[in-house]
């Protein structure tokens, strides 16, 4: 196992190698520059001045090499649009609210998901079952800019018991949270759901039930453990997404995280904030799909690494 | 058709539900909900409080009789968070309510008077190539230190400065010696700006520039002394914050939000202190940003043309659409002149007299747009788009566009290129709609396949205005000062297009350096417009207008209409402590 870990580790540097040079050529090779403004295209002196100021003066191959110099050593150079900070002192700055919205949304739609689409599957065909699968359906297909717009509209802008955005105190987090944890609440409901019928039919069931053991007792003691793979597989992919910040929520609530600038920065050429969010991007990825083969393992002695 | 009566009970169903109706409509504005509200907004309607006694603020502004509380009187507006709130450290990157720490030489009232500000008065020298400014005595710097021609001599110099990179010091290249400081060639202190005095400032140009005051809106200045002391950054941190405004910072937290307050020590002119107490920039909703509005967490904020006939349409929002000048922003086709066949005249005049403008701006952009037959728009200095002979120059007459495209080898079409438009994206749904009708104009009239192509802004100004690489366009400009000299400056050679005209350059300088009366130089600049639109270097298509929400607990003088009848903020009030800022207050509802 820690020979694997290591050797994945290892996979992943140089992963991120290749997605650096690839970033970094893509991001140079697209027409148009961070500093093109729409009165005046930046002409002479003044443009030199600027280029310059930006270490954007010398051939591709050598600002890379300089990128990946200062990188190495902690660097990653300063944003193009918020010069007064470094790089990583912003991403450091605007991550701690999207950690925060993410993990209470992860917190919240993981059991209640696993939760509800039980509880779907135990009652199959009931009233209860169709509210569930309705709401799954109907959060699954309407997008979570809608939600967040018509909360605001409810909860602000027509009852005023919350703020239509912005960050401070806990109020500023009730609305991001429900629009933004629906959509994998829904999401889980419907496969768990799934799942769970899949497994109630299957002979452990059947034997459990022969052998008397009590209703309530057979999905946490026995179907529960055949759902966490599936789980694990689903799931685990959508945390590196919500860990890194929805620009739909976060712009629409006002947040200041990391999520307006995945798409801000690549609109604006912000070429230092593009480069480390990729790099982030990336690591988080690679160490996100070496937990879930870990836990495989861990969840089924069947699996071997 | 049948006729019901009425029953009693059937009369007292429907009163009861109308009062009911009628209750809850009444309850809706005081935002109480029937639960228990955990949360009041930072600016929610102000409680009506009668006023029993004038009230004054800290600099002793008494407010309006009519005024809700000091504590009210707080303007929350969605200005976002720029890295700095100085013109002088970034221009295009300090969007918001910006330059609120000093005062600029001048300002512009809402009729687009030009006052002093820190300037006390002006007057030319030396054949207008000079300009003597003399300074108010006594505006104190926060800090104690005194505003003098050193702050603002020590701003030029770091505009001009190549390590600091200005992104707007193209802005004043006609400064002597400013465009060899930038680019290294002597020293900063060469500049065409020098400090006589401590009160005394001379602004030399390398051409005789009677326009230099009004260019001057962007003069606000840093701080000399905080300037080597801290930095140029030193406004973005309250500890080292100085300012000579009347606001002061208080609050900066970069993503979220700028508080700026009043600032007690304030000793400039009295006509520039605000009634509000507070003014807090919040950072904007990139989706829907109407929904804060509506909630009242803002009481100002700027929109889209799309939007703004959205909340037109709202009952509950009409009133609060106001749609302004913004900067006097015209879209237009160009031509690209080294490419063929639009070095060709009648080529030209073919695709822009084939336009009908009225009905399709009027349809696409409502009171978003306003049919452009000239590049000054209506209310600028030396329009004459009102005047009869604007819908003269470039007429909608499908028969004589045809023949001029048949006698230029092209009837009905037939061999013409097909045509791409790249479209500005800073117009919005509004500038592309508007952009396809003219394409389908072209198609449909003229027998040329035309297709509108939506482009990323950075690629367009690349494509576009860089490289030359677009046959057809439409592109927009909106001013950086007030006067034809910026407006009509974009079309001198290698500019705005590559239409390189030398009678036209002739023209412009003569018209821009004249410093006679003013009907003279206007005439001068008509002459010049008029040389743009007669040969076809560009088809004007509408001038834009900006729609802005204010609510309606927003009034003041500054909410009345200026001298053609627009009201709400004017430019450049979207940036600086204008004088919409000073003039409103918040009033009981």
């Known amino acids: ?148 717009v018509a909360l605001i509209l409810t909860f602000s802008a027509r009852i005023r018991l919350l703020p239509s955005g912005g960050w401070g105190g806990p109020e500023h987090l009730v609305l991001p949270v429900i629009a933004y944890a629906l959509g994998p609440t829904a999401t889980l409901i419907r496969y768990i759901r799934g799942l769970t019928l899949d497994e109630l039919g299957l002979d452990y069931v059947r034997t459990a039930r022969a052998k008397g053991l009590a209703e309530h007792l057979i999905i946490p003691r026995h179907v529960f453990k055949n759902l966490m793979i599936p789980l694990v597989t689903v799931f685990g992919p959508t945390i590196p997404l919500i860990l890194t910040g929805s620009v739909f929520i976060e712009t ?21 904030m593009v480069m480390a969010l990729t790099l982030i991007m990336a690591v988080i990825w690679g160490i996100t799909l070496l937990v879930t083969d870990i836990l495989y393992v861990k969840l089924d002695p069947r699996v071997e690494l | 058709m049948s006729k019901q009566k009425m029953t009693r009970r059937t009369f007292l169903g429907l009163a009861g539900m109308g009062v009911a109706a009628g209750l809850a409509a009444c309850a809706a504005p005081t935002g109480r909900p029937s ?112 505003l003098t021609a050193h702050d603002y001599v020590a701003t030029f110099q770091l505009g001009a400065s190549p390590e600091h990179a200005w992104d707007f010091a193209w802005y004043y290249l006609n400064l002597k010696n400013w465009g060899e400081a930038t680019a290294g060639k002597v020293p900063v202190s060469e500049i065409g700006v020098k400090a006589l005095d401590d009160y005394t400032l001379e602004f030399e140009a390398t051409t005789p520039a009677p326009y230099l005051p009004s260019q001057l809106i962007w003069s ?26 009347p606001l002061k910072l208080t609050e900066w937290s970069k993503d979220k939000r700028f508080v700026l307050e009043l600032n007690e020590k304030y000793t400039g002119p009295a006509e520039m202190i605000p009634w509000y107490t507070k003014f807090v920039s919040e950072v904007p909703a990139a989706i829907d940003a109407v929904t804060a509005f509506q909630s009242s967490d803002v009481l100002w904020m700027r929109t889209d043309a799309t939007t703004g006939r959205v909340a037109e349409a709202d009952p509950s929002l009409a009133d609060q659409v106001y749609w302004m000048y913004g900067d006097f922003r015209t879209y237009f086709v160009g031509f690209n002149f080294a490419m063929k066949p639009f070095d ?102 003229l027998g ?116 053609i009848g627009v009201r709400g903020s004017h430019w450049p009030d979207d940036y600086g402590l204008g004088e919409f800022w000073f003039t409103t207050y918040i009033k009981n509802m």
């Open chain 1, 1 to 148: 196992m820690v020979g694997y870990v290591i050797r994945r580790c290892l996979a992943l540097v140089f992963v991120v190698f290749v997605i650096s040079v690839i970033t970094f050529v893509i991001m140079y090779s697209v027409p148009g520059g961070p500093f093109e403004e729409r009165q005046m295209p930046l002409q002479g002196a003044q443009r030199e001045n600027i280029l310059r100021k930006y270490g954007m003066t010398g051939s591709i191959f050598e600002r890379y090499i300089a990128y990946v110099g200062n990188a190495l050593q902690g660097d990653f150079g300063y944003s193009f649009f918020s010069p007064t900070e470094r790089v990583q002192d912003l991403i450091a700055r605007v991550w701690g609210p999207t950690l925060i919205l993410g993990g209470i949304t992860i917190a919240i739609s993981l059991p209640l998901g696993v939760w509800l689409g039980i509880l779907a599957a135990k009652h199959k065909g009931s009233f209860l079952d169709l509210i569930i699968n309705t709401f799954a359906t109907s959060m699954t297909v309407i997008p979570g800019f809608v939600i967040a």
């Open chain 1, 252 to 272: 629409t609530f006002r947040i200041p995280g990391l999520g307006q600038y995945l798409v801000s920065s690549s609109v604006n050429r912000d070429y230092p």
């Open chain 2, 35 to 146: 639960g228990p509200a955990v949360y009041e907004g930072p600016a929610t309607p102000a409680v009506p409080t009668p006023t029993t006694a004038p009230q004054a603020n800290v600099l002793g502004k008494v407010l309006p009789p009519d005024a809700a509380p000091l504590d009210k009187q707080v303007m929350v507006v969605f200005g976002g968070t720029p890295y700095t709130l100085d013109r002088f450290i970034s221009m295009y990157q300090s969007s918001g309510l910006t330059s609120p720490y000093s005062l600029g030489l001048v300002r512009f009232n809402k009729n687009y008077d030009l006052l002093p500000a820190a300037a006390e008065s002006w007057s030319p020298a030396e054949d207008g190539k000079k300009w003597i400014f003399k300074l108010r005595r006594g505006i104190k710097w926060s800090d104690g230190n005194e």
């Open chain 2, 220 to 245: 606000v200045p840093l701080s000399k002394a905080a300037l080597e002391k801290h930095g140029k950054f030193y406004n973005n941190d309250v500890a080292t914050s100085v300012t000579c405004s």
């Open chain 2, 344 to 445: 060709d005249i009648r080529v030209r005049q073919a695709l822009s007299m084939c336009f009908d403008r009225a009905p399709i701006v009027q349809a696409v952009a409502g009171r978003g747009g306003v049919p452009a037959y000239t590049f000054l728009a209506a209310g600028f200095p030396g329009s004459w788009e009102n005047s009869p002979e604007a819908k003269t120059i470039q007429p909608f007459d499908v028969e004589k566009a045809k023949q001029l495209l048949a006698e230029a080898g092209y009837p009905n079409g037939q061999g013409f290129p097909k045509l791409e438009i790249p479209v500005t994206p800073i117009g919005g749904q509004t500038a592309s709609l508007i952009a396809q009708g003219f394409a389908a104009e072209v198609k449909n009239q």
């Open chain 2, 448 to 563: 040329i396949e035309a297709e509108v192509v939506n482009r990323d802004w950075r690629v367009f100004i690349e494509e576009v205005r860089t490289n030359r690489a677009a046959a057809v366009w439409v592109d927009s400009y909106g001013m950086d000062y007030l006067d034809q000299s910026n407006m009509l400056g974009v079309f001198t050679s290698n500019r705005l297009t590559n239409w390189n005209n030398e009678t036209y350059d002739a023209m412009f300088n003569e018209a821009a350096a004249y410093a006679g009366p003013k009907e003279e130089r206007d005439a001068k600049f008509y002459e010049a417009e008029k040389m743009v639109l007669s040969q076809f270097v560009i088809c004007p298509l509408y001038h834009e207008r900006i729609p802005y929400l204010i609510k309606p607990q927003v009034t003041g003088p500054g909410m009345e209409p200026d001298k």
